[in-house]
């Protein structure tokens, strides 16, 4: 069964302070990884997609790594407007039109 | 250039009652998916719709069924409501063409059944 695992759940950091979440996942053929960010009351905001191990995507104070198993977003000295909830999602093969999501990691930044 | 519109933005219905919630797709996109999302979850896929026909469905009862229209917008219908539907019903498109593509997303509509 197709699968996508969130951690941390819940992440406080200090404005500046860098870290990275993780997006594990199992799927039968993974044909993309989806990053989102989701602020309360809002709908998912997309951010990236990764299609390959050992591909990298970065978007101003955010990186994605993927490897085969897991995906990290990379956070590098964030500020009070990062806070949100960081959703991955992935996409298989075999199941061409529907995302399976994780739980998410809710990011708060305190200045 | 709209985005992905979504109405009502909130409602309430009781036990029992019907719902429809409507969506209009990002200009250019002709492919609508429906999700819910209850509070502290990531999004469950309901299904999606492309040339007017349902393509792909997820996990959920027959009480939840769909439309998509010419112009591509949408309509979600849930019959019969329970406590248990109540959470973030969120439309997302995509553009034409096959492979992997990223989702739009609406801002949602909080449906609360008491």
């Known amino acids: 069964e197709d699968q996508v695992t969130q951690s941390p759940e819940a992440l406080r950091l200090q404005e500046g302070e860098s870290s990275s979440l993780n997006c594990s996942y199992t799927v039968s053929g993974l044909r993309g990884l989806f990053w989102y960010r989701q602020d309360p009351g809002k709908g998912p905001e997309f951010l990236f997609t990764?299609?390959?191990?050992?591909e990298e995507k970065e978007k101003e104070r955010l990186k994605a790594t993927l490897t085969k198993k897991e995906s990290f977003l990379h956070i590098t000295a964030p500020k009070p407007e990062d806070s949100a909830t960081y959703l991955c999602a992935v996409q298989a093969w075999d199941s061409n039109y529907q995302l399976i999501w994780g739980a998410g990691t809710k990011l708060i930044i305190k200045p | 250039d709209a985005g992905v519109t979504q109405s009502p933005t909130h409602l309430i219905k009781t036990r029992g009652q019907q719902v429809t919630l409507r969506c209009s797709p990002k200009s250019g996109h002709d492919t609508v998916s429906w999700y819910q999302q209850a509070l502290g979850q990531g999004p469950q896929f309901i299904f999606q719709?492309?040339?007017?026909?349902?393509?792909q469905r997820g996990n959920f009862p027959d009480r939840f069924s769909g439309h998509q229209f010419p112009n591509y917008s949408s309509e979600l219908n849930v019959n019969a409501l329970l406590l248990g539907d109540s959470a973030l019903y969120l439309c997302?498109?995509?553009?034409?063409?096959?492979?992997?593509?990223?989702?739009?997303f609406g801002e949602g509509s909080r449906l609360t059944v008491l």
């Open positions: 997302a498109s995509s553009a034409p063409g096959q492979g992997r593509k990223e989702l739009f």
């Open positions: 719709y492309y040339e007017e026909e349902e393509r």
């Open positions: 990764l299609y390959s191990a050992g």
